[in-house]
């Protein structure tokens, strides 16, 4: 069985600040990890993933996400945070051979000004 | 990428009626898929969309409940039938674009709320 924890359920930093979103994964064989953005009253939205090779991958909007494997965890991050970036983030894992997404509960980020 | 239609976006529905929603895709893709959003909550997969056979459902999820349409690499359409409280809910759709790709791209989502 596959699954995403997300520990924090919300995360507040000020604007201009580093913003961290943690997720821990557990998954048969090399994961391939997906980072998606929730706005109010609107769908997910694709950030970045994880599928093979350099550690820390780009996405959109900023962000980027660090792959470690020793500590099957996948955190995202943004160095500088914006009040546009608070949203609902949802970190997803699957196996290589599967499409199915198991996804975490989702962390409300909050960027005050 | 893909862009993804659903209709309706939103609904307010009775206790035992059914509504059907639509997922419309600008381009043909292999994988379709229904996913429901509980208030607060994850995403849940409800069942894989095939095209030209029946869907592929997850544990928890039946045919008769929510059935599912794909009839071209396209559309599909997923029921809510029978209605309760219960299913109160954001339904989206979601396609992984074409051969080597990895993400899922997901639709608006449909608001449903049964009274």
């Known amino acids: 069985a596959q699954s995403v924890a997300q520990p924090e359920d919300q995360v507040n930093v000020a604007e201009g600040n580093p913003l961290t979103v943690k997720c821990t994964y557990s998954v048969s064989g090399n994961p391939y990890l997906f980072w998606y953005v929730q706005y109010p009253n609107r769908g997910l939205q694709f950030l970045l993933k994880?599928?093979?090779?350099?550690?820390l991958v780009k996405g959109s909007y900023g962000f980027e996400a660090e792959f470690n494997k020793s500590q099957t965890s996948f955190h995202l991050k943004k160095p500088s945070a914006l009040v546009s970036d608070s949203a609902l983030y949802f970190c997803a894992v699957r196996a290589p051979n599967d499409y199915k997404l198991s996804f975490g509960a989702g962390t409300t980020v909050t960027v005050r000004a | 990428s893909a862009v993804i239609s659903q209709k309706p976006s939103r609904d307010i529905c009775q206790r035992g009626t059914s509504l059907t929603i639509q997922c419309q895709v600008d381009?043909?893709?292999?994988?379709m898929f229904w996913y429901r959003q509980q208030p607060g909550q994850s995403l849940t997969l409800i069942a894989t969309?095939?095209?030209?056979?029946?869907?592929?459902?997850e544990s928890g999820f039946v045919i008769d409940k929510f059935p599912i349409s794909r009839p071209n690499l396209t559309f599909s359409t997923l029921t809510v039938s029978n209605m309760s409280p219960e299913d109160s809910s954001i339904y989206l759709c979601s396609v992984i674009p074409g051969q080597g790709a990895n993400e899922q791209f997901f639709g608006p989502g449909t608001r449903l709320t049964v009274l």
């Open positions: 994880y599928i093979t090779g350099d550690n």
């Open positions: 381009s043909q893709v292999t994988m």
């Open positions: 969309a095939n095209q030209g056979s029946e869907a592929t459902y």
